[in-house]
């Protein structure tokens, strides 16, 4: 039980916050060995429900821009978002057939520390270009297109995919919390499909008890706060603290794992 709380914490918080869940998910069991604490890495059942927990926080957490897009024949906002959602999609799916290869990566845990350390560097980039005035409603398909590059570069374990589309966004004139909303809104079809795609891992186990439900209550309670925590975050303190916390937890991983 202990187990599954701490994977839901830890998908939920850092899927959304720009530190990289596939990352985290890859050293913290490390790192809890290293203070005597025994955690199991997750199963290939509790990443499936990890991944539809999360899905729950964003699709609660977005249920009006998502009105907004299943009223699209009569609401223009909501065409737009579906519009530039659709176009920023198409290079994740193109980056897919090589997602097993990418992911083979996080055997290596020194490379994920310098994918973390890589993080760092595109927090800092894209704080550094923080200083966008484009709503979402102004973004053009070319903005959702390059953001949409930054989500395929974050299948690399490491990468932060928030932290990626993000600072791509800022990047490309948006208005920082325009720009970390459209990286979640582009999040939905991304983690649904890694959602789905587990399922038949999920249903190969066997098993859906009370230590499933535990873990897919964490990362969606979790998950939701994380949003909401980076939405306010991001005017106020902005990207340089999650720049920071990359460096120091990649040097660790490199140092110490």
Partial sequence: MLAAIIWGLVQGLTEFLPVSSSGHLVIVPDFLELLGVDVRPPTLAVSAVLHLG???????????????????????????????VAVGTIPVLAGFPLKDSIESLQEDVTKVGVALIATGVILLLGQRFAGGTKRLTEATSMDAFVIGVGQALALIPGLSRSGVTISAGNGRHLVPPESARFAFLLGIPAIAGAGLLSLPDLFEAGTFDLELVVALVMAAISGYFAI?????????????????????VGTLTIAFL
């Fill in 54 to 84: 999360t899905l729950v926080a964003l699709l609660a957490y977005f249920r009006a821009d998502l009105m907004k897009v299943l009223r699209l024949r009569r609401d223009p906002e909501g065409r737009k978002i579906a519009l530039l």
């Fill in 228 to 248: 909401a925590l980076l939405l306010k975050a991001i005017n106020r303190i902005g990207l340089i603290p999650f720049a920071i916390y990359c460096f120091i």
